[in-house]
C-alpha cells in the first residue's frame, strides 16, 4: 500500500504565500517524478510544477517565477512554496507520485487526497 499525505492548504489574502508538503509512505522502492496539479471549480485539472529524481524542474506558465517545487528524497517528501498568490491560484491541489513499489515492478502514479487553497481577501 502507497499513501500520499497532503498539508498546508488554507485561506490566504492575495500576495501572500502558502507552502504545501506531500509525503508519500509505505512500501516504496524507488520514487520518480514528483508534482503537483490543481482543479479549480468547473475546470480540468491542470499540471503545477513537477520535479525528477535529480532535481530537474518544470513549471507551468501561470506560476514559473511565483512557485518552487522542492523535494527531500530521504523523507520521500515534495513540497510547494507558493509566492505572490492571486485569486485565479485557488484550486484543490493535488500532490502526484510516480512510484515503484518493488525492483521488480514498474513505475505507477499515485495521488494525494487533495489540500484547498483559497486566495481571498
Known amino acids: 500500500q502507497v499513501q500520499l499525505v497532503e498539508s498546508g492548504g488554507g485561506l490566504v489574502q492575495p500576495g501572500g504565500s502558502l507552502t504545501l508538503s506531500c509525503a508519500a509512505s509505505g512500501s516504496i522502492f524507488r520514487i520518480n517524478a514528483m508534482g503537483w496539479y490543481r482543479q479549480a471549480p468547473g475546470k480540468q485539472r491542470e499540471l503545477v510544477a513537477t520535479?525528477?529524481?535529480?532535481?530537474?524542474?518544470n513549471y507551468a506558465a501561470s506560476v514559473k517565477g511565483r512557485f518552487t517545487i522542492s523535494r527531500d528524497n530521504a523523507k520521500n517528501t515534495v513540497y510547494l512554496q507558493m509566492n505572490s498568490l492571486k485569486p485565479e491560484d485557488t484550486a484543490v491541489y493535488y500532490c502526484?507520485?510516480?512510484?515503484?513499489?518493488?525492483?521488480?515492478?514498474?513505475?505507477?502514479?499515485?495521488w494525494g487526497q487533495g489540500t484547498q487553497v483559497t486566495v481571498s481577501s
Open positions: 502526484n507520485a510516480r512510484i515503484r513499489r518493488y525492483s521488480w515492478s514498474i513505475a505507477k502514479d499515485y
Open positions: 520535479i525528477t529524481s535529480s532535481g530537474s524542474t
